[in-house]
């Protein structure tokens, strides 16, 4: 599957990325954005990694349209099934960041059932506006 740097248009793009078995990692980043300088390399050499099991999409706020959960950049948002599971926003302290990426990514790629959210309400889904430069 691959890291892919995405454009994403409307809504109905988001639910495209969305239509696989596989989860689903959106890292959401800005280019005014210091902590996205790391974030970025970081999320894509550890993806690189698990390439088969999870489909990686770094996505740039200054293309892509709002999600409602992506309130500040970077924020990485995993979906299963179609429905958010997991959002982080940032990667905590600079020396925890590396562990906590690789943890995430290890938890989905094992194929440890994950619940979803506790809310029986559909994800959000982004809104067809332009994008915000954040």
Same mark, same amino acid.
């Not at 959401?28 to 698990?50: N, T, V």
């Not at 999870?54 to 740039?60: A, P, Q, R, Y």
């Not at 992506?70 to 099934?81: E, K, S």
């Given at each position: 599957?691959?890291?892919?740097?995405?454009?994403?248009?409307?809504?109905?793009?988001?639910?495209?990325?969305?239509?696989?078995?596989?989860?689903?990692?959106?890292?959401?980043?800005?280019?005014?954005?210091?902590?996205?300088?790391?974030?970025?390399?970081?999320?894509?050499?550890?993806?690189?990694?698990?390439?088969? /099991? =999870? &489909?990686?999409?770094?996505?740039?706020? %200054?293309?892509?349209?709002?999600?409602?959960?992506? #309130?500040? *950049?970077?924020?990485?948002?995993?979906?299963?099934?179609?429905?958010?599971?997991?959002?982080?926003?940032?990667?905590?302290?600079?020396?925890?960041?590396?562990? /906590? =990426? &690789?943890?995430?990514?290890?938890?989905? %790629?094992?194929?440890?059932?994950?619940?979803?959210? #506790?809310? *029986?309400?559909?994800?959000?889904?982004?809104?067809?506006?332009?994008?915000?430069?954040?």
């Amino acid at each position: 599957m691959g890291i892919a740097t995405a454009v994403i248009a409307n809504a109905e793009d988001y639910q495209r990325e969305l239509s696989t078995p596989l989860p689903v990692f959106m890292l959401f980043i800005s280019e005014h954005c210091p902590a996205c300088g790391e974030a970025g390399p970081l999320f894509e050499r550890i993806a690189g990694k698990y390439a088969n /099991t =999870v &489909k990686s999409l770094v996505l740039d706020t %200054a293309q892509t349209p709002r999600h409602p959960d992506v #309130t500040g *950049t970077p924020t990485l948002l995993i979906f299963q099934n179609g429905q958010m599971v997991e959002k982080l926003k940032g990667f905590g302290p600079q020396e925890d960041q590396e562990q /906590t =990426v &690789k943890d995430t990514f290890s938890r989905y %790629a094992t194929g440890m059932e994950i619940s979803p959210p #506790t809310s *029986t309400e559909p994800s959000p889904t982004p809104e067809s506006t332009p994008p915000s430069h954040r």
